[in-house]
């Protein structure tokens, strides 16, 4: 068995991204590793970064970035395919730069990938999801966050990247026109993999994150979007649950260099010069209050981009 790790990454230290970090926690894993790397704005050192990590499991692809090509977001599914068609395992892991793999769950990984390896009915597999928010003893819960997604996939050749590269889809007769839509695909036969995605895409000082949605602006709706211009507001944390395990050993230098505490709001104190986020509005609040209290957190309704299979 052999199992490949892939992703894609663009002007990621200049977005404070821990993409080095999510690379690495995957090593232990994988038997190779597939970085697609875009041309990013001046300044950009990711290849270099990359570069030294200097492991021989890494193998990097040069592309371009067509974001006026792939509007909605869909660039960034093209570019997880061109790493996803370089891998050559059974077994293809897919990390963005902003999450990171626990060292808990490499040996339980590993060994549901061996276990499933010959039930072909099975296409993939989904993660548990933590989504962290703010800082690093944040998370959130509420049923406007996904609580699982698909992270391993079979190494088929009709199985694409989907929409904005959240998830993954079978998509035969594919066409680029496809990342984006909903007919002519279908959704994956996934078992649970027994492992977590540490999703740090939300901790960054406000800065950064500011930067970072101004980028995602310009990805979603062109270079006419938008900027923000306005210091980024996470909002009361203490409405956000307070997360008490553990976090990836390879990311504890960087949780212990986090120096922006004193720029978040703890005591709901601070006022809000943004619209509501879909986890603040009464609606999610209400429905999420409903899951966890009644439900043991199951979430009911939401969208699956998957079709699930309950395998010991």
Request: aromatic share 12%; charged share 25%.
């Amino acid at each position: 068995m052999k199992i490949s790790g892939f992703t894609f990454c663009r002007n990621a230290p200049m977005l404070a991204y821990p993409f080095i970090e999510s690379i690495q926690s995957a090593l232990p894993l994988v038997d190779e590793f597939i970085v697609a790397v875009a041309q990013g704005d001046k300044g950009d050192t990711t290849l270099q970064d990359i570069e030294a990590i200097g492991s021989d499991k890494i193998k990097i692809v040069d592309t371009d970035w067509k974001a006026d090509e792939f509007r909605g977001g869909t660039e960034y599914a093209r570019q997880t395919d061109i790493a996803r068609f370089e891998c050559t395992g059974d077994w293809l892991l897919y990390l963005q730069a902003d999450e990171v793999l626990h060292e808990a769950d490499i040996p339980i990984l590993h060994k549901r990938c061996s276990d499933l390896l010959h039930n072909h009915h099975i296409e993939g597999m989904i993660m548990q999801y933590f989504h962290f928010w703010g800082d690093y003893n944040h998370y959130h819960t509420s049923h406007a966050w996904y609580p699982y997604e698909i992270r391993v996939i079979r190494n088929h050749p009709d199985i694409h990247s989907w929409m904005d590269a959240q998830s993954f889809r079978k998509i035969p007769d594919f066409n680029p026109l496809m990342y984006g839509e909903h007919q002519g695909t279908h959704k994956l036969h996934v078992a649970d993999s027994g492992a977590r995605i540490f999703h740090y895409g939300y901790v960054r000082p406000p800065d950064y994150m500011q930067r970072k949605n101004t980028s995602m602006r310009e990805q979603y709706h062109g270079a006419t979007a938008k900027p923000a211009t306005e210091m980024y507001q996470y909002g009361n944390l203490s409405k956000i649950p307070e997360y008490k395990g553990s976090h990836p050993a390879i990311m504890q230098k960087r949780i212990s260099e986090m120096d922006w505490t004193y720029l978040l709001n703890y005591d709901g104190k601070e006022i809000l010069r943004r619209p509501l986020l879909k986890h603040e509005k009464l609606k999610y609040r209400i429905i999420s209050g409903i899951e966890q209290k009644l439900l043991c957190g199951r979430h009911v309704g939401a969208f699956k981009n998957y079709i699930f299979h309950n395998i010991p």
